[in-house]
């Protein structure tokens, strides 16, 4: 592939910084209470979206390592175990660029289709190793009340993320 000859071009360093400032932005939102609307304590999870579709645009090269600038992020500032949502993160980067330059075609169904598979994914992993195995009043109830419905709001953002990166994009492709 050309990813070197096209690393030093102005138009490609402008927008990967403008791409690394939005997913600074986003974490910040989704991690200072406030900032962004949680009907009924629901919170979103805004980086999974937005890294989902920057990935989607830059391809697997650079989505690896937006994957990893959002899951670091995450773990930096989380005061659960390390390493998982930098995997976790990394793995959907590359696998969205992947998919889309080899398999599938870059448009809104298809970015609603990974968030989706990967919210509920991630949704349900952070129950199972942090929440299931702590007694509480009923673990389907809590799936159903806070993870479940938080992958559904995050899911209802992804046009949000989806049609702001496409303008960036194409505006310094």
Same mark, same amino acid.
């Given at each position: 592939?050309?990813?070197?000859?096209?690393?030093?071009?102005?138009?490609?360093?402008?927008?990967?910084?403008?791409?690394?400032?939005? &997913?600074?932005?986003?974490?910040?939102? *989704?991690?200072?209470?406030?900032?962004?609307?949680?009907?009924?304590?629901?919170?979103?999870?805004?980086?999974?979206?937005? +890294?989902?579709?920057?990935?989607?645009?830059?391809?697997?090269?650079?989505?690896?390592?937006?994957?990893?600038?959002?899951?670091?992020?995450?773990?930096?500032?989380?005061? *659960?175990?390390?390493?998982?949502?930098?995997?976790?993160? +990394?793995?959907?980067?590359?696998?969205?660029?992947?998919?889309?330059?080899?398999?599938?075609?870059?448009?809104?169904?298809?970015?609603?289709?990974?968030?989706?598979?990967?919210?509920?994914?991630?949704? &349900?992993?952070?129950?199972?190793?942090?929440?299931?195995?702590?007694?509480?009043?009923?673990?389907?109830?809590?799936?159903?009340?806070?993870?479940?419905?938080?992958?559904?709001?995050?899911?209802?953002? &992804?046009?949000?993320?989806?049609?702001?990166?496409?303008?960036?994009?194409?505006?310094?492709?």
């Amino acid at each position: 592939m050309k990813y070197i000859s096209l690393l030093g071009e102005k138009n490609t360093i402008i927008r990967r910084a403008i791409l690394a400032a939005l &997913t600074v932005l986003t974490f910040t939102f *989704q991690n200072t209470d406030g900032l962004f609307p949680s009907p009924f304590g629901i919170s979103a999870f805004l980086l999974i979206p937005l +890294t989902i579709c920057v990935c989607m645009f830059e391809r697997e090269f650079a989505g690896v390592f937006y994957g990893l600038l959002a899951g670091a992020m995450l773990d930096a500032f989380s005061a *659960q175990t390390l390493i998982f949502n930098s995997l976790f993160f +990394t793995v959907i980067g590359f696998a969205a660029g992947s998919l889309i330059t080899y398999l599938m075609r870059n448009n809104l169904l298809c970015a609603t289709i990974f968030v989706s598979v990967a919210t509920f994914v991630y949704a &349900t992993l952070i129950f199972f190793f942090y929440y299931a195995t702590k007694e509480s009043i009923s673990p389907v109830y809590v799936y159903f009340r806070y993870f479940f419905t938080s992958a559904v709001y995050t899911i209802l953002l &992804t046009p949000l993320y989806y049609f702001l990166v496409r303008f960036i994009s194409k505006e310094l492709k």
